[in-house]
């Protein structure tokens, strides 16, 4: 019986296809930059959506601030000092008060999400050249 499958094995030898593996490794390639396309436009789009909303974030702020005494109570520094002295504690938890905090916040995410998504983007880029290049 080992004979017989010798003899089979032997005489169905394997001959891959023409160019095989270069075909494969081009739907490698294709796989790979289509992966750093996706990728790219991704982090291009959050970029720019977090950039737009940076802006409106920083209208918000700036209306809240207007809107806040906090520029009223922190020119009391400069004015009179000797009742700031004094009354410093009720003073400092008056101008953490009048402070816009929840805007703040929200400005900063959204500027930690641009930077952040803004490396990536330019990560992205210079991967996705170098992928093309093989």
């Known amino acids: 019986m080992e004979d017989n499958l010798?003899?089979?094995?032997?005489k169905a030898k394997y001959e891959p296809k023409e160019n095989l593996s270069s075909k494969v490794w081009?739907?490698?390639?294709?796989?790979?930059?289509h992966k750093a396309k996706i990728?790219?436009?991704?982090?291009?789009?959050?970029?720019?959506?977090?950039?737009?909303g940076s802006v409106f974030a920083f209208r918000t702020l700036s209306q809240e601030f207007s809107n806040s005494d906090f520029s009223q109570y922190f020119s009391l520094v400069f004015s009179n000092s000797g009742i700031i002295i004094k009354y410093w504690k009720e003073f400092i938890l008056t101008l953490t008060d009048s402070v816009p905090i929840v805007s703040m916040v929200f400005l900063l995410a959204l500027v930690f999400v641009f930077f952040t998504s803004l490396r990536l983007t330019i990560l992205q880029f210079y991967k996705s050249r170098l992928s093309v290049s093989f």
Do not use: D, R, Y
């Not at 990728?39 to 737009?52: D, P, V």
């Open 6 to 10: 010798k003899k089979a094995f032997c």
């Open 26 to 33: 081009l739907g490698v390639v294709q796989h790979i930059e």
């Open 39 to 52: 990728k790219f436009w991704t982090f291009s789009f959050f970029s720019l959506a977090s950039l737009t």
